[in-house]
Structures are given as structure tokens and as C-alpha cells.
């Protein structure tokens, strides 16, 4: 797996003043693997993605991405970025934006891509996510599952080598979660990399090649699904998994 590894963490130190949060995290996701993180809150989830993209400045250990160190003092931040996809519990879209402007605006501020370049890459990812007929709404006209698959495609339009997802569903109404586990299941299906921070089990169960359970900065467990989550063997994950049923 090394050679094929996207994401390879290396005993990954965080702290916020006197407070570790991550305590030495070793982790590898291949390439065309998708790894579900599992974890009560406060466990360290959000900061270790964070770390990854870079969005939190890790402390002592080693994060690459592809062939990359990230936590090379000396590294292109920017061009990390731009090979990482994230999306958060909360859209973030620009809400005086329309849907497609909402996609070509980074296409064009980051990579520099021209008009009609990123009006296609945009209609090409609106129509992955099934929302080719919002091309023209504000966010504000969009529900909330809706606004999350452009949150998607816009990341995706922007032709990521690994994708992060921070609780992508946690912020909808239930009925709402379906369509969006649905395209998130369709980029597992293509072979896209994933690193899924989530609560939804029975899609952890059903997509995830391997389930990682965190608590308190550390690493508990990881396996496959059915290990983890099926036969855990680990009394914190138990704990963890009785209180979600
Ligand atoms: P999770 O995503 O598993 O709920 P987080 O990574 O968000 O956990 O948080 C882990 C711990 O780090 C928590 O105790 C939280 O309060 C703390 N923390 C997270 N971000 C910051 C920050 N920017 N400044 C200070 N403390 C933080
Ligand atoms: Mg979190």
C-alpha cells in the first residue's frame, strides 16, 4: 500500500496550548480507498483532516499527500490545496452567488482557468451531483441536501486528487441525507480517495473499505467494516457504537 498510498500520516502530534489533541496518529489511505473516521466528539476527527489540507498547522509527525509532504516547512501550501477536495458540515457557499458562479469562481481565481473552461468543467460536475437544472439558483432557493451536492461539485470541479468530507450530512434534515450519501457513494464507486468523517453507520457499513474509530487523539481501532463496527474489540468502541443504536 505505501507506494499507492494518497494520505499517509505519520505519527501526527497536534496541541491548542496545553491541550493534545491528536496524539500521534499513523494512518495511510490508498489510492481509490475510502476510510470512514468514526469517533465521539471532541475525539480529534475535524483536527486530523484539518491537518491534512493543511487548513490547521500539524505539530510534531509527517502528513503526505501523493508523493508530497505536507508538513515540509518549505512547502507549496497552495499547490497542496488544490489537490485536496474538502467539504464541510456547513456549505459555505457564496449566497450572492448563482449555483454555476459558485463553481467557476475558484476554478478561475485558483487555477486560472478561463471563462468557458470552468462554465464547462461546472456544468459537467452540476450534472454529477444531479443538479444540472439549478445551474441558475441562488443557494438560498436550494434545501439544504441540495446546497451540500454543490458543495461537492465544486470542490470536484476543481479535479482533486483526494477528497475529505467533515460530517457532510450532519447539518440536514434526515430526509434530506439520502441524496447526498448518494453521491458520495457514486465517488467511491468511480475509485475517488476519501477520507469520510461521519456518524452514518450503514454507510460507513456499506461503502467504506476500512473504518478508523478515534477517541481522545489516538487511533482505537481500524479495520473493515465488519470489524469495526460488526465485532469491535475495543470496549471504547462499543461504548461508542451502543450510544448511536
Ligand atoms: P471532533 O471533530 O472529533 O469533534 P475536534 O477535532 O473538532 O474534534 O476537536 C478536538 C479538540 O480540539 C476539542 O477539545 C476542541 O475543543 C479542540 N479544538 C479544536 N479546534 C480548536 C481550535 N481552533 N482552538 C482550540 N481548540 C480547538
Ligand atoms: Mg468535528
Known sequence: MSSSAQIRIRDLHKSFGENEVLRGIDLEIGEGEVVCVIGPSGSGKSTLLRCVNLLEEPGRGQVFVG???????????????????????????FPHLTVTENLTLPQRRVLGRDKAASARTAAENLARV????????????????????????????????????????????????????????????????????????????????????????????????????????????????????
Not at 434545501?143 to 450530512?169: H, K, N, Y
Open 130 to 245: 444531479g443538479l444540472s437544472e439549478k445551474a441558475d439558483a441562488y443557494p438560498s432557493a436550494l434545501s439544504g441536501g441540495q446546497q451540500q451536492r454543490v458543495a461537492i461539485a465544486r470542490a470536484l470541479a476543481m479535479g482533486p486528487q483526494v477528497m475529505l468530507f467533515d460530517e457532510p450530512t450532519s447539518a440536514l434534515d434526515p430526509e434530506l441525507v439520502g441524496d447526498v450519501l448518494a453521491v458520495m457513494r457514486m465517488l467511491a464507486d468511480e475509485g475517488m480517495t476519501m477520507m469520510v468523517v461521519t456518524h452514518e453507520m450503514t454507510f460507513a457499513r456499506e461503502v467504506a473499505d476500512r473504518v478508523v474509530f478515534m477517541d481522545g487523539g489516538v487511533v482505537v481501532e481500524q479495520g473493515t467494516p465488519e470489524q469495526v463496527i460488526g465485532a469491535p474489540r475495543h470496549e471504547r468502541t462499543r461504548h461508542f457504537l451502543s450510544r448511536l443504536l
Open 67 to 93: 508523493g508530497t509532504e505536507v508538513t515540509d516547512p518549505d512547502v507549496d501550501i497552495d499547490a497542496v490545496r488544490r489537490r485536496i477536495g474538502m467539504v464541510f458540515q456547513q456549505f459555505n457557499l
